[in-house]
């Protein structure tokens, strides 16, 4: 029994590296800056074969990356230009969840709940409870709304857009990067505006009761109000998230857009 021989050239074997691994270290750095994939509770060996399988099915349709020695000053510089690309995208996505944290905390600390703090799995900082109570209801939304499909074609996109080369994100393009971060501002204002301003309301009217009436421990009654009313805005403001994270996101995928 006869079996046919395989040749394979050196320069086919490197190319076939080339076009696998530049798009899996876009890919990669991408998943260890964005939200959700880069939590701590997912472990890297997820992130590496989730990774490896996206760039693995995006290859056939994503422009051929040129052909070089891989052991190269040019194919190194073009890794690092991946690995900054998929940085940037990754970043302006974690922004957007960055805003509900920001309302969390601000609407936390307006209704007395400031010290009640725990340890955020996503970034291993500490995070009042309300803005952990947001960022998951915030999650699940995005699973729901297949965010993570859009994440997918995004990263498509990008290679067509952007395609594997010795190219790197002009000057203009980051200082739209870092204009954005005043939209995550605005986000959280948005967000927190009608628990804050109902909690302001609250303030006012016991600081005219406590000087209408001196002798009532404003303390004692003032602090479960605070809480009460934060909760119960706080309730009221939840379905309002759903349009809030779809806003932030189609200007977050905006501006992924015009960087690459």
Do not use: C, K
Not at 13 to 32: K, Q
Not at 157 to 185: E, K, T
Request: glycine share 6%.
């Amino acid at each position: 029994m006869m079996t046919a021989a395989v040749n394979i050239t050196g320069a086919e074997l490197t190319h076939w590296l080339a076009s696998l691994l530049w798009p899996f270290m876009r890919i990669g750095a991408m998943f260890t800056a964005m939200p959700v994939f880069s939590a701590r509770s997912v472990p890297v060996r997820t992130r590496v074969l989730l990774a490896f399988l996206i760039a693995w099915l995006l290859v056939p349709v994503i422009p051929a990356p040129p052909i070089m020695d891989l052991i190269s000053a040019e194919a190194v510089l073009i890794g690092v230009y991946q690995v900054l690309i998929g940085v940037a995208m990754g970043f302006i996505l974690q922004m957007v969840f960055s805003a509900f944290i920001i309302a969390g905390q601000a609407i936390a600390m307006t209704m007395g709940l400031g010290f009640a703090s725990i340890i955020d799995p996503q970034h291993g900082v500490q995070v009042p409870v309300v803005s952990q109570a947001i960022l998951i209801m915030v999650t699940l939304v995005f699973l729901a709304l297949n965010g993570h499909l859009l994440l997918i074609e995004l990263l498509a996109n990008s290679f067509q857009r952007l395609p594997v080369g010795p190219l790197v994100i002009s000057p203009d393009s980051l200082w739209q990067l870092v204009s954005w971060g005043s939209n995550m501002f605005v986000g959280a204002m948005l967000v927190a505006l009608p628990a804050v301003a109902a909690l302001l309301l609250v303030n006012l009217a016991f600081g005219v009761t406590s000087r209408a009436a001196p002798q009532l421990n404003i303390f004692a009654v003032g602090f479960p109000a605070m809480i009460i009313v934060g909760l119960v805005f706080l309730i009221l403001t939840l379905p309002s998230i759903t349009d809030h994270l779809s806003r932030l996101m189609l200007q977050a995928v905006s501006l992924i857009n015009r960087i690459v």
